[in-house]
């Protein structure tokens, strides 16, 4: 008998309504098992209400969601999925490697295989270093650290992390990747939810971007990308002073030494530049993830309120 295909998450023709609010509108999703995968989308756009139907925390109205083959709830009661939230506070009067120990034995009582040990799981999350701090005294990258550590201390085979980076610096943003990337390696299935673009467009396989409750673009990041008409043609600004004329171009911008041309025909730009001798240190790039997710995504309407629970 050929074996059927489980993925980490199936979702069909889900709906979710709050009041007169329609957060999640007939959305279909499947993610495949081991990958990275970005959900992307503008406040209010549901990505908050779809997680939380992913684990287990709502039903939807229509519509179904399973989890690695069954219920939500079942998958995260078996301790395969793990969650960190975008916010929550951390027990107090107790230190890092108390708090995960406890967790981590918890897992212990359901683990169906070889589990981390306290030491290797601190590690991962790259907190091995404040394992003797208390919890509640932590900065707010360093808090991270440990939610994440929390959130994986079961060995999950499915990760979601909402908005895992939020309010972080450079540094914590950094060495939480780092950390994320370690359990990923090992086969887990990560989804995250981010308003950092640079960050779906190089740590994520997939990218999932979701506006007014429906999937509007799913695919790589040059797949998303790609969705987007025109290129930008740049070049260096002292060989074109006058970019005015110049066939395709539909906007123009100088930026320090360069000046960039947004095209509709980046090929009769670039001959355009190249008979007019204009040609020094010539680029052609194509739309960025930001100016994809833009064009893709429409904005609420001003004034327009949205629920927390709908984000």
């Excluded at 980076?165 to 990923?184: G, K, M």
């Excluded at 999937?215 to 987007?228: F, L, N, Y």
């Excluded at 970019?243 to 030494?257: A, I, Y």
């Amino acid at each position: 008998m050929e074996a059927v295909e489980v993925h980490a998450v199936e979702a069909h023709g889900v709906t979710k309504s709050f009041g007169a609010v329609r957060a999640v509108d007939g959305l279909g999703l499947r993610l495949d098992r081991g990958r990275t995968v970005a959900l992307l989308g503008p406040n209010g756009a549901g990505k908050s209400t779809l997680i939380s139907m992913i684990l287990g925390l709502r039903t939807p109205d229509t519509g179904t969601v399973r989890v690695l083959g069954g219920s939500p709830e079942r998958a995260v009661r078996a301790g395969r999925v793990g969650a960190m939230p975008q916010t929550g506070r951390l027990i107090g009067g107790v230190t890092v490697r108390e708090l995960v120990g406890f967790v981590q034995r918890a897992h212990a009582s359901v683990a169906r295989g070889p589990m981390p040990s306290t030491a290797e799981l601190m590690d991962i999350a790259r907190i091995s270093d404040l394992a003797g701090r208390r919890a509640d005294g932590l900065s707010g990258g360093q808090a991270q650290r440990v939610r994440f550590a929390l959130a994986v201390a079961g060995a999950p085979d499915l990760i979601v992390l909402d908005e895992p980076t939020a309010a972080l610096d450079i540094e914590s943003r950094h060495e939480l990747w780092v950390a994320i990337r370690a359990c990923a390696e090992r086969g887990a299935t990560v989804l995250f939810s981010t308003h950092y673009l640079e960050e779906a467009d190089a740590e994520a396989d997939r990218i999932v971007v979701v506006d007014r409750g429906r999937v509007v673009a799913d695919g790589t990041s040059d797949e998303i990308k790609r969705r987007v008409p025109g290129r930008t043609v740049s070049v260096d600004a002292s060989v074109l002073p006058d970019p005015s004329g110049l066939p395709g171009v539909l906007s123009s911008e100088v930026d320090g030494r360069r000046v960039r041309l947004h095209t509709t025909d980046a090929d009769a730009t670039v001959l355009a530049l190249a008979a007019a001798g204009a040609v020094r240190d010539l680029e052609v790039t194509g739309a960025s993830l930001e100016q994809a997710f833009l064009t893709l995504t429409h904005s609420a309407p001003a004034g327009t309120e949205t629920p927390e629970a709908v984000r």
